[in-house]
């Protein structure tokens, strides 16, 4: 359909040429009486009046444009924008043009508030990360210094103190640890070794090997009634080990007395399946729940109960769940509990 929004420009000269051309026409036959001038003014006036005003158009609209596009688009003119301003350029309309330039506008825009939001983050990072590392570097100090200033001597005390000690160069030494792997999942430098394997005897070992850590709180861990029977993931089988363990230990940390760790699973839609590790824990405030998967994020509640944590094991398990191609997301309620889940693909043959 015809429209005069989206008009090129040599449309526009047309319209404009005819526009003269018809009345200059009507005229002249008023006068001579005769159709012959007429058409002929008409026809002049039509070429003339086109070739004026796309001259005028390319030379001083279009031309002004072309720069603005090469600016915008930062081209070295090779022969294909050669070819597309050439061609291309001369039949957008106004209208076009003025989209492009706003497409542009906010292309930038949402890089600026990108790096913006980059820059924030780095600020946030360096705080924390140097936090993280004052709280045990300061109290080994502390220790030591009380040592040294003649606690040694004292039967009572010595063994205590090198033994706080000795509890923040491990928490140091965990720290430096999974800030090396958090970094290298983050460099992407995560080679996943894929295989079939028992998601159900992964659980188990897991609860296994932090039976220790339970028995402390007296919680019972066990998977879910109705979800023995064996499902095959296809997965790299120690980062997965890792992502259990770390959500078997929140559980504990974060759980009360007596209670209990229940793992699920489920076939979803045959090619996935969900993993789901639920326990009956102090729970999450829902204001915080999308943020505990950054990195060094805790909960206050969190913080005063575990002083040893980073707040980087649920990111380390995004990581290693996002490499997979695959989710992990948490429900929880507090005084109720917490349920973290994540799917897994099904065996390959
Ligand atoms: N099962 C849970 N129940 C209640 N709160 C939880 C649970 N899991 C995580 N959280 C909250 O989310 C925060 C982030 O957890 P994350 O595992 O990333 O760090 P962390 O356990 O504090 O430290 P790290 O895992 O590095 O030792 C925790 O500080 C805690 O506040
Ligand atoms: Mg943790």
Redesign the pocket.
Known sequence: MFSLKNISPRGLSFLTAFALSVPIAILVFFIEHKWQPAAISFAVVLAGAYLLISFVLERFIYRKIKLIYKFIYQTKASKREETYYKYILPKKSIDEVREDVEAWAMGNKEEVELLRANEQFRKEFLQNLSHEFKTPVFAIQGYVDTLLGGALENPEVNRRFLEKTSSNVERLT??LN?LDEISRLERGELNLIKQNFVIQDLVKDTFESISIMAEQKNIRCYIKKGFESPLTVFADKEKIRQVLL??T???I???KINGTITASMYNTDGNHILVE?S?D????PEI?LPR??E?F???????S??A??????????KHIIEAHGQTIH?R?RVDV??S?GFTLDTRKD
Do not use: H
């Open positions: 965990n720290l999974d770390n959500l230990e929140n559980s940390k974060y759980g590790m326990d824990g102090i729970g999450i915080y505990i998967f990195r994020y805790r909960t206050e509640t969190g913080r109960l575990d040893t944590g980073s707040g980087l094991g649920l990111a380390i398990c948490v929880s509990g917490t973290v």
